[in-house]
């Protein structure tokens, strides 16, 4: 039908993610469409599979079967290829994933028949340095989120945009987000809705201990740092809410978009991103209804 090469990521602990990819894989079978599976993904699929990187190397798009948490770990492992993401949602709200189940075969069609656009989603780049010297380098689609362990002690975080101290905020914790994650944690956290083509990062205050701490948008030419003070000995930093790394007091943590590494995400639908607002988080539903008189 194409020569596009079609792989699948897949939430191998989700019955029905699998009994979906089980599906497309028949439905490859029979209709001459071969889908290439990782190494895990077709350990779990009793089917033939590739190593990691010829994986990466062969596959033009990923369907990515799952939920938004899927999503993400897709994200990681194709960051620095070339691979297309399209997510399958099978999960809650699927801003990422955001290709319905009952349509899986259509869309395979459509995307075969090179019936897409690409939308390219900046990453972050985050490095934490302690005592002068790099200790990590990390990147994440949705945000990277400094925050404290298990004791509820308020923390105090010092933030620099660029070289200017903006403040020392006093909070349970700090998200730096992209405008892909401005519907995730940072959301949750009184953060402002950000469309992903918009070049900027958010800077969003968890519970903050004052009146005046509130969300900043900078630009994507900022950059921003992260210094935790004071004496802490369970302070945290996520990746995309899926990996954790101890971070230490006086650690700086340098956060800006990436210049190297991006995701890029195939869109089908006609809808605009106000549109997938409207579905997913119920805009024009509201509890109070006004019936004409």
């Not at 590739?50 to 369907?63: G, I, Q």
């Not at 960051?79 to 994933?97: Q, W």
């Not at 101890?246 to 650690?251: A, I, N, Q």
């Not at 890029?264 to 988080?281: A, G, H, M, N």
Request: glycine share 12%.
């Amino acid at each position: 039908m194409s020569e596009i090469c079609i792989g699948m990521l897949v939430n191998t602990r989700k019955p029905g993610a699998l009994e979906m990819a089980g599906t497309l894989l028949q439905w490859g079978v029979e209709n001459g469409v071969p889908f290439l599976l990782p190494p895990h993904e077709a350990s779990v699929m009793g089917v033939q599979g590739l190593s990691d990187d010829d994986w990466k190397d062969r596959v033009d798009v990923a369907l990515v079967i799952g939920g938004d948490g899927t999503f993400l770990r897709a994200a990681r492992f194709v960051l620095g290829t070339s691979v297309l993401l399209y997510g399958i949602n099978l999960g809650h709200l699927g801003f990422l994933a955001s290709g319905k189940a009952e349509e899986a075969v259509q869309d395979v069609m459509t995307i075969l028949g090179g019936g897409y656009t690409v939308r390219t989603h900046r990453v972050l780049e985050g490095t934490v340095s302690r005592d002068g010297h790099d200790t990590y380098c990390l990147y994440a689609l949705n945000d990277l989120v400094l925050a404290k362990g298990a004791l509820a002690r308020v923390m105090h975080i010092e933030v620099h945009i660029g070289e200017k101290l903006l403040n020392t905020i006093p909070a349970d914790g700090l998200i730096v987000s992209t405008p892909t994650g401005s519907t995730a944690y940072a959301l949750s956290a009184g953060g402002p809705i950000v469309p992903p083509h918009v070049p900027c990062m958010l800077v969003v205050p968890i519970c903050a201990h004052t009146l005046y701490s509130r969300p900043v948008i900078v630009g994507e030419e900022d950059s921003v740092t992260l210094v935790p003070r004071g004496n802490h000995r369970d302070l945290l930093l996520t990746q995309d809410g899926q990996l954790g790394y101890e971070v230490l007091s006086g650690d700086r943590i340098e956060i800006s978009l990436s210049r190297s590494r991006k995701i890029d995400v195939i869109e089908l639908s006609s809808r605009s991103y106000f549109d997938l607002l409207e579905e997913k988080l119920r805009w024009g539903q509201g509890i109070v209804s006004f019936e004409k008189e």
